[in-house]
Structure formats: C-alpha cells, structure tokens
C-alpha cells in the first residue's frame, strides 16, 4: 500500500471511528504496506491484528484511505487560500479541524475561482464597501441611510441610481450568508432533518409507464430508502419525472435572519434582512440541494452495493453438488434444448440439441436421444436451467425418465448471465470450436457441481442479485463485488491443479497474470506436486508464496498441503506429531489425535492462540468446505406455470434474491414471487438480510395471483402464524418471470414498498 507513514498517522482516528485498539490499526495498515491482502491477513496473522475479520480489516484499509485523501484535500485547500494571501491564523485552525468533507469546502467556498456572479460584478462597480456597512450592522447614529448608499451611485461604472446601490450591496451580503459556513453547517442540518424528497410526473409524459407509483411523491429524506431514491432517479432521467429535494424554506430563512441580523435597528437593517432571504431563496438553497442530492445518492448506492454484495457472497458460498457427473439442459422452446454431458470434474462429454416442443414425433426423437445420454455417460444429477422454458424442459425430463424406469434427481439452476458467458472471451478459450448456444448448457451444469469455480468467469453484475445495479457508483460496486469475489475464493480455497485461471486470479497475491503463468506450466510440466513446486512459477516469488500458498490446494504431495495450514507452520504440526509418537500423515484428519494436543505448549513469538486453534481444526478435518453440504430444491411436480398457481397455496422455494423491500423466491414455475419486507418473518423486519439470504430453502404460502401483470405475492409470514406464539399481520408483494431483465427504468427496478402492491423483480445484470 503507497503512502503507509501517511495512512499511519491516521491510526488513532481511524480506531476511534471503528471503536478497535490503535495498535490493532498500526499493525493491520503495516502489514497491508508490506503487501499483505485482505484474507491472508485476516486468517494468517490474527495475532497480529487482535483477530480482526476480513470486514473490520477492510474497513481499516478503507478508512485510513478516505482519511488520507481528507488530508490531502485539506493541504490543497491550505495551499490555495495561502496563495490568494487570505490565510489567517484562524482560518487555518478551523480548516485544520474540520472533520468531514462538507465542514472543508463550506470553508473553501469563499475562496474558489467563481465565475461572474451578480456579486463579483457588483464588487467591480465599487459597492463592496457599502456592503460592508450593511454588512457590520452599523448604529443609526445620526447619518441617513439614503445618504450613506447615494455616496455610491457612479453611472460610469454601472450604478445609476440608489436602488442600483442598494442591490449591488444585497447581492454581495447574499453571497455572504451562502458562504459562510457556519450558517451553511446549520441551513444544511435542518434542511436534511426536515427535507423531503419530492417525484412528479412530467406534464409531457403522459402515457402509463413503470413510474406511475412515484407520480406524486414525497418522503422525508432522512427516511427514504435507497431502493426508492435509485428508482426516483432513474425515472427522472429517464425524463418521466421531475425530482426536487423540498425543504422548509421560510422557517430556515427565518433562522438563517435571526442567526446574522443581531442589531433591528441597524443603519441598514431591512437591507441585511432582505440579502439573508435572497442568499438561500436564490444560492444556498439551490447549491444545497445539489450537495444533498449527491449525498442522498452516494447513501442509497453504498446501501445497494452492499444488498448486492451480501446477495452474491451467498450466492457463491451455495453448496455445491461436487464430483457428480452431469447432465445439463439449457431449455428453449422454439430453439431446442441444448443439452451438455459433464464428468464428475466438469469435462465436457458430449453435447445434443432436443426439439421436445415442436411435435410428438420430435419429442419422442428427444427423449430417445436423452435417454441415449444418459445411458451412454450414466449421470448422477441432471441440471435444469431456470429460464424461459425450463417448466417444459423439467417436464420432459421426468416423463423421458419415468418411461424409461429411471430415477434421477432433477435440480433447477440459475441461469443469470449464462448466455453472457457463452459469447465471452473465456468461453471462446474454453471451448473454440462450440457453438454459442451450446456453451450456456456446460456452464449451467457447472454451476451445479461448483456455482464459486463457475460463477467467477462472470463479471459479478451479470449475476442478476443485486438492485439497481447499473444505476450505483460503478467503481465503487467493481471494488466492493471484487472484494467479496477474493473474500469468497480465499474461504474455500482452491486446487492448484484443477482451478481455471479465473478462480486462480482470485487467490490472495495471485492475480490474473500469475494465474494463467500457473495454468501454463500446468499443462506444460504436468500437475504440481507440492505446494512448494508453485516456487518454480516465473513470477512466484517468496512474498506471493506468503500470501497465496494457505489458499492453494494440491493433493498428494505433503500431508498438510491439502489443508488450511500454512506452509510456514508445517514445522510446528511436525513438532505436534513428533510429541504424539505419530507421522504428520496420520496426524492430519485424525481428529481424535487432534483433541490430544495441547496447544499452549506450541506457543513462541507470533504463534498464539488464534492460529494454533485454527491448526487444531485443521488437523481435525483439514480442508473442511465451508459451503456445507448439497441438497436439492424439491417443488411441486404439478405446477409448471403461474396459471398453475392458485391463492392460498403453500409451496417450498428457494431465495434468488434479497433487496431491501423483500426476497424474490423461486416456487419452481418460471416466475419469482415477491416476499415482501413485511411478510417475512412475525416479528418487525427492517433489513429482510436479517432472516433470508440467498439460497435459503423456505415455504411460502400464495396471497396473490396477478396473471395480467405476472406478478406473484408470497408469504412466510403466513405459513409461521398457526405456530404458538406468532402474530397475525398483513402485506404483500409481486413478482416477475425471470426472463424478465428489466425493472422500472431499466436493470434492477423494484416496487414501492408498503402492503400489497409489488413489482418488478431488481437486478437483472443481463441475463441468460
């Protein structure tokens, strides 16, 4: 990390924002400048940091950095005001303890380069020292007000008469009161404590569109949540709506009048009044407005981001089926359903189009050369693609089988973003000579075995979890996604001799260069024997060794070389082996032998009780997945489409979605219901993250049916209230087909939430 003495000294900052100790900091930012990444910090240096997490870690880094680039605002702002010889002991001191962002240019904002305002002009025409007379609120004393501001009057320089003068000089008391910024400091806490985020519709827009629920809408912006900010914006640039930030403009005038004119009886008292009302009706208002807006949007996208990001860790930590092989349907009904046989390693086998839709004869074709696969390559799941069709192709599926007394599990599977990595240049690696379409099945029946090593050839946003996706802070969503992309292929670790260099440009000190270097030796000199053979790799050096090596898996070389161990503790497990009279082969996975050590006798230097404990598991079940274990989603074999489903009905489903009005739930009928927020769960839900995640096996029961909009409203809730204890409510939700990409204004749109209602199901990344 560049700048570390820097970063440094904000340590004790930082650990009073975090509420952790200031040597956790210091130590956390020195290993992070010496190289170390997020997750080998995190599991291999715990003694270091006091056993911070990947996200309080994460949180450290990211902090020290926005505090470094304040400092460094700060310096410039410093330096430019000293430039102009405005820069006063006091001023300095007050942009020295400015803490946030907005407190600093407040006080900039005097001393900006400013275009030609009413009153730059007005000081050019010689009225800044009248200005200042109404500006020092002088007493009466004797002197006549007219007579004071006639003194200015010069119709060479553009000040006809007195009125002229006057107005010069309110127009320079006005930019005052914008800039001053203890006035700003106390405008801006009500406006934002008292403001409302206001949507109309454009006269011009007059036909329905998918913003009729925000046509005349208004919140307070301290409450609004981001999904209806995203979705206001959006629709306003979209040019279907009008949005403006409301706020309580007299009462603040008024406060802003009795904060500046302290003498009523002033020479120019009325004048001041009036440059007070002019400074926020026509200036601070509207730059106000501009600043909140942007903080209301940076709020509701760093809230979308992490719905987005709290979505696909789950996503990518689903179970995965392992080393089964299998058969793999990417449905479609007009096209065919392309079909792709997979070993229990992922190699592709063969590959067939069925028309099952077309004919009876063509079916019986289909199934005849289904069931020729199945025979052929004996699969032990058969995978089918949740996209247009998928209800037919299940169908066809269980009638090929039962036909032929076979019995297959059958598991439906996420197609977001298959058909984006068909035509993708990994894709086009993988498999040249494949045509497109049939690409989409082998990625689907992948996903199955392994959804992590499969899902991270995708750019996460074609995914489909998130909301709003394409209307957040990009940079900020690619390093929050990347970041939990790492987080996720570091927990569960990855085979060095199996891994794409996808999965492997992901592993701690790594990245996409080395990956393919590991990837070319590979195939060059056959597999790795050891992890310390990886030393061999051009570009491996002993620092990337550190930090890759406890991720990287390889089978059959030493004991612990499939474990989470890291190799710079393989001497002390052999020390533990020794005492135990045993050889580290047996030792590791001997949990009974693990329990025997007494880790306090192991301990010297940097090794502590966090890594030990850490060994002791490992020797436990060394490699231990921590995705769990395989299981598929059983739905009703009698429902296939929404005209299937009926009120009332209770169903199992599986979460694809969380937002932060509710879940969209997979009921196995080609379209997600929406759980809304309030159905969730008997108990207040604020965040519905609290009690659904993605994945999540549930059972819902149907409060509503809505065949004309394909909506499906869907309860949990319901379902809980016959158990003691629980408490009637009631709400509701919609829903969408997921081949339905677009939400209201486009990707990621979501309903305005309440009870009943719903809409569109978020996200949609650009789908399979």
Known sequence: MSDAPMLQSHAPAVARSLKIRVDQVERTLALAAEGGTVPFIARYRKEATGGLDEVQIQAVLDSAQGLAEMQARRETV????????????ELRAAIMAAQTKAELEDLYLPYKPKRRTRAVIARERGLEPLADIIWRQEPPDGREPTAIAAGFIDTEKGVPDLAAALAG????????????????????????????????????????????????????????????ILAIMRGEAEKVLRVRLAFPDEAIALQLRAQVVQKPDALFAAELGAAVADGWERLMSLSLEAELRTELKERADREAIEVFAANLRNLLLTAPAGTRAVMALDPGLRTGVKTAALDATGKLLATETLYTERSADERGRAQRQFLALCQRFTPDLVAVGNGTGSREADGFVRDALREAGLSLPIVSVSEQGASIYSASEVARDEFPDLDVSLRGAISIGRRLQDPLAELVKLDPKSIGVGQYQHDVDQGLLKKKLGEVVESCVNAVGVDVNTASPQLLGH??????????????????????????????????????????????????????????VHPERYEVVEQMARDLAVDV???????????????????????????????????????????????????????RTLEDVKEAMVLPGVVTNVTAFGAFIDVGVHQDGLCHVSQLATRFVKDPSEVVKV?????????????????????????????????????????????????PGGPGGGPRPGGGGGGPRPGGGGGG
Do not use: M
């Open 78 to 89: 410093l330096a430019t005001i000293e430039e102009q010889g405005k820069l006063t002991d």
């Open 169 to 228: 000089a309110r127009d320079i008391c006005a930019e005052r009161v914008a800039e001053d910024a203890a006035l700003r400091k106390a405008a801006r806490a009500r406006a934002l404590a008292e403001g409302q985020l206001t949507a109309e519709k454009r006269k011009e827009a007059d036909e329905k569109t998918k913003f009729d629920d925000y046509a005349a809408h208004d919140e307070p912006l301290t409450s609004a949540p981001s999904h209806r």
């Open 507 to 564: 592993v701690a000190g790594v990245g996409p260069s080395l990956a393919r270097k590991i990837v070319a030796a590979r195939q060059d000199k056959g597999a790795f024997a050891s992890r310390a053979a990886l030393r061999k790799v051009s570009g491996f050096g002993p620092k990337t060794f550190e930090q890759a090596a406890g991720f990287l898996r390889v089978r059959g070389g030493h004991p612990l070389d499939d474990s989470a």
């Open 585 to 639: 082969k047996s030792l590791v996975g001997n949990a009974a032998l693990a329990q025997k050590i007494e880790w306090r006798k192991y301990v010297a230097g940097d090794l502590g009780e966090p890594t030990l404990k850490d060994i002791l598991a490992e020797l436990a079940k060394p490699g231990r997945d921590p995705r769990g274990d395989f299981s598929a989603v059983g739905f009703r074999e009698d429902l």
């Open 695 to 743: 994945g999540d096996r549930v059972t819902v029961k149907v409060l509503a049916v809505d065949l004309e909009r394909k909506r499906l409203s869907l309860s949990i809730r319901a379902t809980k209230e016959a158990e003691p204890g629980a408490q009637p409510g009631a709400g509701g939700g919609g829903g969408r087909p997921r081949d339905e990409r677009r939400g």
